[in-house]
């Protein structure tokens, strides 16, 4: 099946840094990828979705500014966590979608110090 | 608008014995259900799908799930449980076949005791 690569795997940083995680499709091209957050013991929550070559779709609740999405290409889709805080440690999973099918990253944890 | 409602955010069973993780969804257009497994720091790999095909549905490692509309359920079995089984399961709803936008309910934590 499709995979899809998500970079990196585990990152600590201190607060006030800004965090960049990469989400790519290895063997095919996605025009939308999804971005999820997910907290400990609870379920993933879907942050926005992806679009490449236009701005992303944001959830209610979420704020655009301090999660930046860019989709430069059919590839690549990248989630900046801006001026990290703690209460933005979570794990975070990023997805797209390949003939109907819904194919998952292997998540990010980040841990904001 | 969908929700999904896993009962049981842990549930423990000896090796060998049925498992039993249950999901109730709400749904105001006919739903497309989903089951998930996610192991330890890893993302979510799918295991069944329904998409209004047959109400049983088979998936891999050995589950099923069976879509009962009249319960508003879709919960996940297998009849003999491995060691390997060990993991945190999703179901989640969408509201048509390929849609973008899957909800999903709070994960189940399942035990194997050996």
């Known amino acids: 099946g499709a995979v899809v690569s998500q970079h990196p795997s585990r990152v600590i940083c201190k607060s006030g840094t800004s965090v960049k995680i990469e989400c790519r499709s290895l063997?095919?091209?996605?025009?939308?990828m999804f971005w999820y957050r997910q907290f400990p013991k609870k379920s993933l929550m879907l942050m926005a979705t992806?679009?490449?070559?236009?701005?992303?779709?944001?959830e209610q609740g979420v704020e655009k500014d301090k999660f930046l999405i860019n989709h430069a290409s059919l590839t690549l889709s990248t989630l900046t966590v801006t001026s990290a805080h703690p209460e933005d440690s979570s794990f975070y999973i990023c997805s797209a979608r390949d003939l109907g099918k819904l194919f998952f990253g292997s998540g990010t944890q980040l841990s904001v110090l | 608008a969908q929700s999904v409602t896993q009962l049981g955010s842990h549930v423990s069973v000896s090796e060998g014995a049925l498992v039993l993780l249950r999901c109730n969804y709400s749904s105001s257009v006919p739903p497309y259900l989903f089951w998930y497994v996610q192991y330890p720091n890893q993302g979510l790999q799918l295991l069944l799908k329904y998409t209004s095909a047959a109400t049983l549905v088979k998936g891999i490692n050995g589950f099923e799930a069976e879509f009962k509309k009249s319960e508003t359920s879709f919960h996940l079995t297998k009849p003999s449980a491995h060691m390997s089984d060990a993991a945190e399961y999703f179901c989640a709803v969408a509201g048509i076949q390929g849609a973008q936008k899957l909800v999903f309910g709070q994960g189940t934590r399942l035990t194997i005791n050996p």
């Open positions: 992806s679009n490449e070559g236009s701005k992303a779709t944001y």
């Open positions: 063997d095919f091209q996605a025009t939308t």
